[in-house]
């Protein structure tokens, strides 16, 4: 499959010329993002404190959180039939629907006097995915400092567990856009964050291979970058300024770290809760978690933060015995602008129309 822009000009040579303007997605009125998509519209969405220190070269990817439409129906009188099935009577005035997730749509609900959450697998290819999950819940619970789901029904057609405690850093609306609800730029916070990851980091490697999470050395994650943006440039059309920017990084030795780490892979407000001090009081969404490039975990922190922040972040990371080398801040930011690689594998993966279409945005911005 190759998804080409439908109609470019080529200069002398191939080179590319002036650009066709090409149409975005329509918009449903539900709508839905991935995380990849919601990354690339956290400077956009931020307090203006947060990102007037910087042009942001994350901002180079040309994203906008255009959000395909869902186009899984629900029944939630299928949700109530589906959880009493597996011994959850749920009460179904209760129910209230979050589409954020590509993999999971997640539903809340009450049963029993008590607030649960449901994780409901949008395709059957995500089923795979939770025997691992499971796997790390196990492995990080009591060792991090902050709560993890308590899966007290895995099925595969069903995930549910009693809600944890905090308030999310940020949802998303009705109408599509990301609502913070936290100072990004709380010294707790920061603090908070910092401490958390070291708590993660630091657990023991071979623990979480016997775990069966999969484990990535330092040569491995570079090489896996490189093929991944290789895949892409083959199926896409690709901005040569990316295309430059991701060689860079992959060339440049200094930016990266020569060990790797347990890694949570999503940590952003949005899979975290908090206390009303703005500390971590727990973590969602494990499913991307494995052995590999520590930076990871600092990346999406890294764009919602001000220097100062990030640096704050750091020194609470290496207090609490997190590892670091010099370049993470700029190692950080790269990442980041190479989020387009992996919505655009996703995209790939599923075929959907919608999502091939935002990727070919996300990696050939119009502008």
């Given at each position: 499959m190759v998804v080409r822009s439908p109609s470019r000009a080529v200069g002398p040579g191939g080179a590319t010329g002036a650009r066709s303007t090409r149409p975005r997605p329509s918009r449903s009125p539900v709508q839905r993002s991935t995380d990849g998509e919601i990354v690339n519209q956290l400077v956009r969405t931020q307090p203006r404190?947060?990102?007037?220190?910087?042009?942001?070269?994350?901002?180079?990817?040309?994203?906008e959180l255009a959000r395909p439409p869902s186009t899984d129906a629900l029944d939630l009188d299928d949700v109530v039939a589906l959880t009493a099935r597996h011994g959850l009577e749920v009460d179904p005035d209760s129910l209230q629907v979050n589409e954020a997730g590509l993999d999971f749509r997640v539903i809340y609900a009450r049963a029993d006097g008590e607030n649960w959450v449901l994780r409901l697998p949008r395709r059957p290819d995500v089923v795979p995915r939770l025997g691992p999950e499971a796997a790390v819940l196990e492995l990080v619970r009591d060792r991090i400092g902050a709560a993890v789901p308590d899966w007290r029904i895995q099925q595969p057609s069903l995930i549910a567990y009693p809600l944890l405690p905090g308030q999310p850093g940020m949802t998303i609306g009705p109408d599509g856009d990301l609502h913070w609800h936290l100072d990004l730029q709380s010294p707790r916070y920061a603090d908070s964050f910092?401490?958390?990851?070291?708590?993660?980091?630091?657990?023991?490697?071979?623990?979480?291979?016997?775990?069966?999470?999969?484990v990535q050395g330092p040569d491995e994650v570079r090489a896996q970058w490189r093929a991944d943006v290789a895949t892409v440039a083959d199926a896409f059309d690709v901005a040569p300024a990316l295309l430059d920017r991701w060689q860079a990084w992959l060339d440049?030795?200094?930016?990266?770290?020569?060990?790797?780490?347990?890694?949570?892979?999503?940590?952003?407000?949005?899979?975290?809760?908090?206390?009303?001090?703005?500390?971590?009081?727990?973590?969602?969404?494990?499913?991307?978690?494995?052995?590999?490039?520590?930076?990871?975990?600092?990346?999406?922190?890294?764009?919602?933060?001000?220097?100062?922040?990030?640096?704050?972040?750091?020194?609470?990371?290496?207090?609490?015995?997190?590892?670091t080398w010099p370049r993470l801040s700029d190692h950080s930011a790269e990442l980041m602008a190479a989020s387009p690689v992996g919505y655009a594998l996703f995209a790939l993966h599923t075929g959907v129309r919608e999502h091939l279409a935002l990727a070919s945005i996300q990696l050939d911005p119009p502008f």
């Open positions: 404190t947060a990102r007037a220190h910087r042009s942001h070269p994350d901002r180079s990817t040309g994203s910092g401490m958390l990851l070291a708590d993660l980091h630091r657990i023991d490697v071979a623990e979480a291979q016997a775990a069966g999470l999969m440049d030795d200094a930016l990266w770290p020569d060990f790797s780490v347990l890694t949570h892979g999503e940590l952003y407000p949005a899979h975290v809760l908090l206390g009303e001090d703005e500390n971590i009081t727990a973590v969602l969404d494990w499913t991307t978690a494995k052995v590999t490039d520590p930076g990871r975990d600092f990346a999406l922190h890294h764009a919602v933060s001000t220097p100062e922040t990030f640096a704050r972040t750091v020194a609470a990371y290496e207090q609490a015995g997190g590892r």
